[in-house]
């Protein structure tokens, strides 16, 4: 949250309510959270049974920050991030890319609209996307493209280490000027940091014994500090205790469930849908006025071509109102009883 006087401008944040907000680099995911991630929030993505779909969500969360020049940082025990992660964040798509596409939009009415005309009953009920999001199916980045030398910092130790990782957080908000403390007009420039700290429920840590330690310090310096954490695990393996402990340190939490194989010859009908998209905290920071998404029965798909998009799994059923004159049946044998 800002102070009293503070007027801090950073490039791709907005203020709301006093709170600093920047994107997430998913249109769908921005929408279920109100429009943006309040800054200083810890994002705990669940990665159930699989670890193939978060890290589409963790690469438009770089690209949103390398777009803008915010300071990025990425840790991971399990593998060198310039070797996986950082090889495939998706480029910014220009404005000729986002004209070719409305053509096809357009075409796609136009082929829907036709079919409907084969079931004339059902011409005037009205069409329902399923699509989340200001932009539709479309994301402002085009992960076929691959941004080439991003500028990310990685955490590389030897012997990766938990109180090692939390020092160097602390020395780069220091050399970054990131903390909340005001310092004046005269001051340096204020710059937003973007974390990502993947499988931080690996016992691989060093001391992985004081993750809970880790994390109630790791909220503090987020608290004080223009930063947005994004923290990946996986609740099938892990204990119970070492969940409550991610559960309780997070702002808000996502679960990522794939498709068995009887579910996915089940929802054939859905399409290139890989699994469904729990939303289970939002975050707390607004708490005056705080954000309900309309429908929480929700899938994701995660696709090389067009990223991460969240769509909603059922849709309910448009009916259309009684013409002038007639009167549902139910309701006009209601009238007729007698209390």
Same mark, same amino acid.
């Given at each position: 949250?800002?102070?009293?006087?503070?007027?801090?401008?950073?490039?791709?944040?907005?203020?709301?309510?006093?709170?600093?907000?920047?994107?997430?680099?998913?249109?769908?995911?921005?929408?279920?959270?109100?429009?943006?991630?309040?800054?200083?929030?810890?994002?705990?993505?669940?990665?159930?049974?699989?670890?193939?779909?978060?890290?589409?969500?963790?690469?438009?969360?770089?690209?949103?920050?390398?777009?803008?020049?915010?300071?990025?940082?990425?840790?991971?025990?399990?593998?060198?991030?310039?070797?996986?992660?950082?090889?495939?964040?998706?480029?910014?798509?220009?404005?000729?890319?986002?004209?070719?596409?409305?053509?096809?939009?357009?075409?796609?009415?136009?082929?829907?609209?036709?079919?409907?005309?084969?079931?004339?009953?059902?011409?005037?009920?009205?069409?329902?996307?399923?699509?989340?999001?200001?932009?539709?199916?479309?994301?402002?980045?085009?992960?076929?493209?691959?941004?080439?030398?991003?500028?990310?910092?990685?955490?590389?130790?030897?012997?990766?280490?938990?109180?090692?990782?939390?020092?160097?957080?602390?020395?780069?908000?220091?050399?970054?000027?990131? $903390?909340? =403390?005001?310092?004046? !007009?005269?001051?340096?420039?204020?710059?937003?940091?973007?974390? +990502? #700290?993947?499988? @931080?429920?690996?016992?691989?840590?060093?001391?992985?014994?004081?993750?809970?330690?880790?994390?109630?310090?790791?909220?503090?310096?987020?608290?004080?500090?223009?930063?947005?954490?994004?923290?990946?695990?996986?609740?099938?393996?892990?204990?119970?205790?070492?969940?409550?402990?991610?559960?309780?340190?997070?702002?808000?939490?996502?679960?990522?469930?794939?498709?068995?194989?009887?579910?996915?010859?089940?929802?054939?009908?859905?399409?290139?849908?890989?699994?469904?998209? $729990?939303? =289970?905290?939002?975050? !707390?920071?607004?708490?005056?006025?705080?954000?309900?998404?309309? +429908? #929480?029965?929700? @899938?994701?798909?995660?696709?090389?071509?067009?990223?991460?998009?969240?769509?909603?799994?059922?849709?309910?059923?448009?009916?259309?109102?009684?013409?002038?004159?007639?009167?549902?049946?139910?309701?006009?044998?209601?009238?007729?009883?007698?209390?």
């Amino acid at each position: 949250m800002l102070n009293i006087g503070d007027s801090v401008q950073i490039a791709g944040c907005s203020t709301k309510k006093r709170l600093l907000e920047a994107s997430s680099g998913c249109d769908s995911f921005d929408t279920l959270l109100g429009g943006a991630i309040v800054n200083s929030s810890i994002v705990l993505i669940d990665e159930y049974r699989s670890r193939s779909y978060g890290s589409y969500l963790l690469r438009s969360f770089l690209a949103e920050g390398i777009h803008y020049g915010h300071r990025c940082f990425i840790a991971d025990p399990t593998e060198d991030p310039k070797e996986s992660i950082l090889k495939v964040i998706p480029s910014r798509k220009t404005e000729d890319d986002q004209k070719k596409e409305i053509p096809n939009s357009s075409m796609s009415n136009i082929e829907t609209e036709n079919s409907m005309k084969i079931a004339w009953r059902y011409g005037n009920v009205k069409q329902v996307s399923s699509a989340i999001g200001p932009s539709g199916n479309e994301n402002l980045y085009d992960f076929s493209k691959h941004v080439e030398n991003p500028k990310v910092e990685v955490y590389n130790d030897e012997i990766p280490s938990l109180s090692g990782l939390y020092k160097r957080l602390c020395d780069v908000v220091r050399e970054e000027e990131a $903390h909340t =403390k005001s310092s004046g !007009r005269g001051g340096p420039k204020k710059n937003l940091l973007r974390v +990502i #700290l993947k499988n @931080i429920d690996m016992e691989i840590w060093e001391d992985h014994q004081s993750l809970g330690r880790f994390l109630c310090s790791l909220r503090s310096l987020a608290r004080s500090s223009y930063m947005i954490v994004y923290i990946t695990a996986n609740s099938y393996r892990v204990s119970t205790s070492t969940w409550r402990l991610l559960e309780s340190s997070s702002d808000t939490q996502i679960q990522l469930i794939p498709f068995n194989e009887t579910e996915k010859k089940m929802f054939r009908h859905l399409g290139t849908a890989h699994g469904y998209f $729990h939303l =289970k905290n939002l975050p !707390r920071l607004m708490s005056v006025g705080t954000h309900t998404p309309p +429908i #929480l029965d929700l @899938i994701f798909e995660a696709s090389s071509k067009k990223g991460f998009q969240i769509r909603v799994m059922h849709l309910p059923p448009a009916f259309d109102e009684p013409a002038p004159g007639q009167q549902n049946t139910a309701t006009a044998s209601c009238q007729n009883i007698d209390f």
